[in-house]
Nanobody, 130 residues
Framework: QVQLVESGGGSVQSGGSLRLSCAAS????????MAWFRQAPGKEREGVAA???????WYADSVKGRFTISQDNAGNTLYLEMNSLKPEDTAMYYC????????????????????????WGQGTQVTVSS
């Protein structure tokens, strides 16, 4: 089992920046995919960005060019650099991990689907004011 702890959330004004971190511990050897999801009140959880251990990354169209997902060399900490933040980015942000998948090639839709992930953090709140 993988334990995930997010940090770095907060309140910023529109146009500002935040950097989220997610520390992974436990059975991290089973992890192949890591991702950030977000959920605003009254809305479904949506995938924001994902990466795999081979270096591939995937982004939601709404954050492409503004957000950057990365991980440290040890692969135990996941980051989400968020720039040019907008009020619509306000949400609880969750870190997620998933195992290697076999069969169909990974696509953006699959990489940002919560069905791929079986480990979840508790979330960190991001609030962007106009």
């Amino acid at each position: 089992q993988v334990q995930l702890v997010e940090s770095g959330g907060g309140s910023v004004q529109s146009g500002g920046s935040l950097r989220l971190s997610c520390a992974a511990s436990g059975s991290t050897y089973v992890v192949h995919y890591m991702a950030w999801f977000r959920q605003a009140p009254g809305k479904e959880r949506e995938g924001v960005a994902a990466l795999d251990l081979d270096g591939s990354t995937w982004y939601a169209d709404s954050v492409k060019g503004r957000f950057t997902i990365s991980q440290d060399n040890a692969g135990n900490t996941l980051y989400l650099e968020m720039n040019s933040l907008k009020p619509e980015d306000t949400a609880m942000y969750y870190c997620a991990t998933g195992p290697r998948l076999f069969g169909l090639p990974m696509t953006t839709v699959r990489a940002l689907s919560p069905l791929v992930y079986n480990g979840w953090g508790q979330g960190t709140q991001v609030t962007v004011s106009s």
